[in-house]
């Protein structure tokens, strides 16, 4: 389709990139041609082999998406290894499980920490670099959970649907720049994050009865997606959050 879907010449950053989901969308925006910094508080080096087997120029950059400095230094790398940014994946993600009235303070703030705080300071700093150059594209990912309540995952479910929303204002503020944002709320995919529910025979039953396809889902069944919001096949898509579920939320 007129190279449509081609990320040739782009550079990417995914955060929480070295396994999952994020390492997913990092080989998908490579197998489309882009080059890619991969960040994550733990070693990349796997994600980043991977991208350069693709033909692709990759880095590896440990970060703290709750830092601000840390944040600022990963833009920075990026652009002086890579020359500049024009996608940024806020993937870094983390997980508390505990009912409301046990949960710990502490827990609260790590998950909002990372998930929300780590996703605008990651956006702010991409976006100043993106401003500058009049064009770029943020991919949030939100959740499910950001749209329907789970138990025992407050933190979670606030933050996330916090990120659908800073999404639709980032949006709404950096239209004007020709900078796209959007979100993508996945359902259950099968990563180490989620291997306690995956692992779980009626867990997975319930997830067999009520999302349509049957199934969860397999972290590279993400990358289409991401490489249509990264691409110019998206340039009139913004302030939207593309559920990915398997029709889940359909039945709700």
Known sequence: MN??????GKAAIVTGGARGLGRA?????AGAGADVAVSDIIDTKEAVDGIRALGRKAIGVKADVGD???????????IEDLGRVD???????IFRISAAENMKTEDWDAVLDVNLRGQLLCAKEAGRHMIRQRSGKIINIASVAGLA???ESAAYNASKAGVI???KTLAAEWGKHNIQVNAICPGLFETDMTRDLTGDSSFMAFIRERVPLGRGARPEELAGTAVFLASRASDYVTGHALVIDGGWTAML
């Open 68 to 78: 601000e400095g840390s944040v600022r230094a990963l833009v920075e790398k990026t």
């Open 3 to 8: 190279g449509l879907f081609d990320l040739a």
């Open 149 to 151: 309540a789970f138990p």
């Open 87 to 93: 996608v940024l994946v806020n993937n870094a993600g």
């Open 165 to 167: 929303l800073l999404t």
């Open 25 to 29: 969308m990092a080989l998908g925006l």
